[in-house]
Nanobody, 124 residues
């Protein structure tokens, strides 16, 4: 088992920035691919970004490329999502997820463990 706890969400004006954190506990953190997904009301959970245990392989969804950055600190068992130039359409609950050797890093059903989510609201 691995437990994930997100933090850092909040209310921000359009154009602003937030940094989300996800702290993992339980099994060896560095063995897992870590990812962020988000879900807006009435919409499906959407892939935001993922990162390999080494940090060398990283992927971002098309809607956030150039604005968001994903990173991890294995010594702190933490993965981050730096969000810049936020827009109202970024408003959602953001979830941290972990997977052991996923085939498709963008598919939510590849991830075995999920956090409880943190709300991000961007006002116009």
């Amino acid at each position: 088992q691995i437990q994930l706890v997100e933090s850092g969400g909040g209310l921000v004006q359009a154009g602003g920035s937030l940094r989300l954190s996800c702290v993992a506990s339980g099994r060896t953190f560095r063995a897992y691919v870590m990812a962020w997904f988000r879900q807006a009301p009435g919409r499906e959970r959407e892939f935001v970004g993922s990162i390999a245990w080494s940090g060398l392989n990283r992927y971002l969804g098309d809607s956030v490329k150039g604005r968001f950055t994903i990173s991890r600190d294995n010594a702190k068992n933490t993965v981050y999502l730096q969000m810049n130039s936020l827009q109202p359409e970024d408003t959602a609950v953001y979830y941290c997820a972990a997977a052991n050797s996923p085939y498709d890093w963008t598919r939510r059903d590849e991830y075995d463990y999920w956090g409880q989510g943190t709300q991000v609201t961007v006002s116009s």
